[in-house]
């Protein structure tokens, strides 16, 4: 079965410090992965989301950037968090095909102070 | 427009009761529709998943899709505590469909 990971759980983190959180996928080979913020009290927002290794594709402009160095690794990083980038950070997959589902590992809660 | 648009609610529904939670989407042609059940402080978990025109059931939730009217719904039967939770609608999209539209949840409360 496939199983998605995530770390660190929850992280504090002053403005202006760098971000990088982690995501792994096992039981699966070529996964689609996706990275979304969710800020209190409000909707998932699409960051990035993979085809493949080296391939990102960004869905807002901020200063977030997203890396896949491995087939299914991927990383969320930033030089200098901002407070607006508080929020609930999660990682999903799903297997590439039209009409399977996403699963979301368990989320990184940061906090910007 | 927003791609996909639910009612944030509350909802709040009686122990035993049918919940019924309605979810709208603006992407013709989106072919996959989900619902995910988010409890708080959690990542989203999915419950169901339909991809023809009609009713899917399993257990006691039930999935209603009509794509003329674009409309995608979720019954819960039975409706018990452990239900109260934040329920996401969910469509694909963007090129290929590898992107997900997500609606911003309908807050559900199961009263004992």
């Known amino acids: 079965s496939q199983t998605i990971h995530q770390w660190p759980a929850t992280l504090v983190q002053p403005v202006g410090s760098p971000l990088s959180l982690e995501c792994t996928v096992e039981g699966t080979s070529n996964p689609n992965l996706y990275w979304y913020r969710q800020a209190a009290g409000r909707g998932l927002q699409l960051l990035f989301y993979?085809?493949?290794?080296?391939?990102i594709s960004s869905e807002v402009p901020q200063n977030l950037s997203a890396s896949r160095p491995q087939d299914r690794q991927f990383i969320l990083s930033s030089k200098k968090l901002l407070l607006s980038d508080s929020g609930f950070y999660l990682c999903?997959?799903?297997?590439?095909?039209?009409?399977?589902?996403?699963?979301f590992g368990p989320g990184t809660r940061l906090t910007v102070l | 427009q927003k791609e996909v648009e639910q009612n944030s609610g509350p909802l709040s529904v009686p122990e035993g009761a049918i919940a019924s939670l309605n979810c709208t989407y603006s992407?013709?042609?989106?072919?996959?529709f989900f619902w995910y059940r988010q409890y708080s402080g959690k990542s989203p978990e999915l419950i169901m998943s339909?991809?023809?025109?009609g009713d899917k059931e399993d257990g006691r939730f039930t999935a209603q899709l009509n794509k003329a009217s674009q409309y995608v719904s979720l019954l819960i039967r039975d409706s018990q505590p452990s239900d109260s939770a934040t329920y996401l609608c969910?469509?694909?999209?963007?090129?290929?469909?590898?992107?997900?539209?997500f609606g911003t949840g309908t807050s559900l409360t199961v009263i004992p």
């Open positions: 993979s085809v493949g290794i080296g391939q």
């Open positions: 992407d013709r042609v989106s072919q996959s």
């Open positions: 999903a997959w799903n297997s590439g095909s039209t009409y399977n589902e996403q699963f």
């Open positions: 969910a469509v694909n999209g963007g090129v290929a469909g590898n992107q997900f539209y």
């Open positions: 339909i991809y023809s025109n």
